[in-house]
Each structure stands twice: as C-alpha cells, then as structure tokens.
C-alpha cells in the first residue's frame, strides 16, 4: 500500500466543529499534503493527522504549520491510528499490514501484530490499554468480509469475536470498555449499505444502532459517551471511497436516530476514519478534500 496523494488543485481542509451546533472552523488547509484522519492529542492542545505516510502534529489553535512526530523504526502509516492517552501511546497500523506502537511525543516503535499473512487495521484501543480492536483481512484475498480481532497490546494470539457474516469495520471502543462499536453489512438491504451497529467486548449479540437508508461508517464516541460522530455516504457506495459528497454528522448517543448537526463536505476516506473528539468531548475534527469544481 502507498500513501494516497491529492489530485491537481485539491487541497486537504482540517476541520474543528463544536457539540453546541455552531458552524465550524477551518484550522488548517493544504495543497501539498493529503493529510487524514485527526485523533486529538490527550492534552487537547493539537490534533495528530496522517500524511505522506508520516505522522504530523498541527496546533488548531495557531494554524501553524505541520510538524512532524517523529518516530524511529516505523514504516510508512496510513489513517488507522488510536491513541492511548493514559499512557501516552499511540497505536498505529502501517502499509505493511502491521500494528505499531510508540510514545505519543515521538521515540521508537515497536511492532505489536506478527502475522506478515494478514493485514491489520486498527481501530480501538480498550479503556484499559490492555487490548487492541481491529479488522482482519488476509493478504491473499482482500475482497473477503473483514473479521473483528482482538489481540494484547503486548502482542500475543490474535482472538475473533463473532459479529454477523457480513463486511464490517472500524470496531472502536465505547469510553466504559462494555462495547465495540462499528459499522457493518450485516443489515444491508443492497451491497455495501454499512449500518452502525455495536457488539458486547466480550462477545454476544450485535445491536443495530440505527436504520438508514444512507452508508454509514466509523462511529465515534466522545470521551463522556454523551455523544457520537459517523460519516454518512451516498446511498449505493460500496466501501469507504474517497472524493464524493458525504456528511458527518453529530447524535447523541441516547437516540441515534436524531442527527443534532449534519456537515456536507467533499472528501469520505480519510475524512473521519478515527475517533477525532476532544478530551473534554466539546469538538470533534474532520477532513475535506475540495476539488476546484465543488
């Protein structure tokens, strides 16, 4: 896997929206970069993005210019990436399939996943920091439903938890540890209608969030669990496609039924792959990639 690029004249907007519904800021624009994917730093001064396979540090703040994290012995990384704020770690998945993990300042990386068979997209980390969610897909064939692993954040054997038959995605722990939240096709009335849905950490029946008749991705809880964002596709996508008309939208938790607030952009992969809300669960960030036709 290489690093996505823009294309001529697409620029990469960050993005910072708040829960009371006010319009959001945009923190940080450029044509140089395809950045992705914001988590936010465990002090809620910065936001952590991908891009060019490098892990970038931007002040929302200030809007000044990137900085590198840098870390030794990690090879180029794409948009799935968590952090361990109690720790101070973050976990990363890389272009060759594996899982890392290193200070979130910056330092050495180690590997954590060890089947070079496998691809491993990380998705969450337990509030515990003792274990890592993800979605399993072998090499050999990626056209297969993903699988929801688990594995020891020391490394170790890899465990399945059951959830349907169907594609699924972005397993994410709720802030209690009870839950992986994620979406999935399990529900779909046509190929690749991803539904939200959640499924017990421990295992058990899988709970539909929410029918939709749009395609619906990577929900993400605020740190309070008060709140979630998700990324909204056209109806008929399949997968998680960059460069359409998609929105992220903002619930609470309580009825995911009811969107709050709905932002329209231009983007879809690399828009909202990971939890991107604040400490204090008050803003949330996203991506836009604007063509100069949109």
Known sequence: MAPRNLQP???SEVWVAETDGGPPELVYSTSTVLLEAPNW?????????????????????SGSELSEVRIEDLPPINNDHVIDAERGLIYLSANDGHIYVAPIEGGTARRV???SNRYHFLHGVSPDGATLAFVELPRANLSVPGRLALVSSAGGETRY???????LDGPEY???????????????SQAGQAQLARVPAGGGRMERLVASGSVDWFPHLSPDGEYATYISFPPGTVGHPPD???????????NWGHVLSSFPLFGGQGTINVNSWSPDS??????AYPVPQK
Do not use: C, I, K
């Not at 730093?41 to 703040?61: H, K, Q």
């Open 41 to 61: 730093s465990p002090d809620g001064r910065a936001l952590l993005v991908n891009g060019d396979g490098m892990l970038w540090r931007l002040d929302p703040r």
């Open 9 to 11: 004249g697409q620029r």
């Open 174 to 188: 709720s802030p209690d540890g009870a839950w992986l939240y994620l979406n999935t096709e399990e529900y779909a």
């Open 282 to 287: 008050r803003r949330f960030a996203f991506v």
């Open 244 to 254: 359409l008309d998609v929105q992220v939208r903002l619930v609470r938790t309580a």
């Open 113 to 115: 996943t060890h089947d």
């Open 161 to 167: 938890l059951q959830a349907g038959r169907s594609h």
